[in-house]
């Protein structure tokens, strides 16, 4: 089977760096996603880490470690709009998603 | 831009009802997903479906069918409805290939079971 851990919880302030941890174990694993959900919002996909190593895209980078079985999604220059839930999947057998528990990301002025 | 729409926004049944979501993609996107997710469980996946009529259970399927007649439509099916499949349930679709990993989501259908 497939888990994944994350903090439920993030509060940050405008302007300031933020990384979001999440560790996985799995039985298969071919790459570590990221997505966003703004409260009443669909989830939208941040990025995706088939490579051990950094991938940046704009303000947010995304970084992938395989063999500690850990990634982190790292927020740059924090505006209020970040504020969201952010969740990390594995692409694991059968090529299916399976999510984290989700980061609740609080960004205050 | 990638459309992804569900049925309903909203949705409110008894118990024993039986229920259909409906969900519909607009990119010929091969792969679609029903996932229900619930506060602190992230999203969990229930059905998927990798062409017509074709269905693979997820981590979830018990108290649930899916039935997928037309490449854009993917329905999910409660058969009798229960209190504890009160959620908010999410479609998703995705191109074949490698690129399942980009998932586009419908807006989700809150379902309350009373």
């Known amino acids: 089977g497939q888990s994944l851990e994350q903090p439920s919880e993030v509060t940050a302030v405008e302007g300031a760096i933020v990384q979001i941890n999440c560790t996985y174990q799995?039985?298969?694993?071919?790459?570590l996603s990221w997505y966003q959900q703004h409260d009443g919002g669909a989830p939208t996909f941040l990025s995706y880490n088939a490579l051990d190593g950094l991938e940046e895209t704009g303000r947010f980078s995304s970084f992938l470690s395989r063999s500690d079985s850990y990634g982190y999604l790292l927020l740059q220059e924090l505006q209020m709009k970040d504020s969201a839930s952010y969740f990390c999947?594995?692409?694991?057998?059968?090529?299916?998603?399976?999510f984290g528990g989700g980061t609740r990301l609080m960004v205050k002025p | 831009d990638v459309k992804v729409t569900q049925s309903s926004r909203y949705l409110v049944k008894r118990t024993g009802e039986k229920v259909f979501l409906e969900c519909v993609q607009d990119m010929d996107h091969e792969n679609m997903f029903w996932y229900r997710q619930d506060p602190g469980l992230g999203l969990r996946l229930i059905y998927f479906?990798?062409?017509?009529?074709?269905?693979e259970k997820g981590d979830i399927p018990e108290g649930y069918s899916v039935s997928r007649e037309k490449k854009e439509r993917f329905s999910l099916i409660l058969e009798s409805a229960s209190t504890n499949q009160t959620s908010m349930y999410l479609c998703?679709?995705?191109?074949?290939?490698?690129?399942?990993?980009?998932?586009?989501f419908g807006p989700g259908t809150r379902l309350t079971v009373t």
């Open positions: 999947a594995v692409s694991g057998a059968g090529n299916m998603l399976t």
């Open positions: 799995t039985s298969g694993f071919y790459g």
């Open positions: 479906s990798y062409d017509v009529k074709m269905k």
């Open positions: 998703a679709s995705s191109s074949s290939g490698g690129a399942t990993y980009e998932q586009y």
